[in-house]
């Protein structure tokens, strides 16, 4: 086998593990930044129909 050509599938693959990974902490942010947006909307929400239903008595 030819040194450079394997050191040019090694880099190959380091550069898809690299994107794999970013790719992945990515998703992450985004699903916990939807999770947090979702909870703040429920808070806000929550507080706000009880807002209503107090000022309504």
């Known amino acids: 086998m030819h040194?450079?050509?394997f050191f040019d599938?090694?880099?190959?693959k380091q550069v898809v593990n690299q994107w794999?990974?970013?790719?992945f902490?990515?998703?992450f942010c985004f699903w916990t930044v939807v999770y947090y947006v979702?909870?703040?909307a429920a808070m806000i929400g929550?507080?706000?129909s009880?807002?209503?239903y107090d000022s309504a008595r």
Do not use: T, Y
């Not at 599938?9 to 190959?12: C, V």
């Open 38 to 40: 979702a909870e703040k």
């Open 9 to 12: 599938m090694a880099s190959g």
């Open 20 to 23: 794999l990974c970013i790719a």
């Open 50 to 52: 009880s807002s209503v």
């Open 3 to 5: 040194k450079s050509s």
């Open 46 to 48: 929550e507080n706000l």
């Open 25 to 27: 902490i990515a998703v």
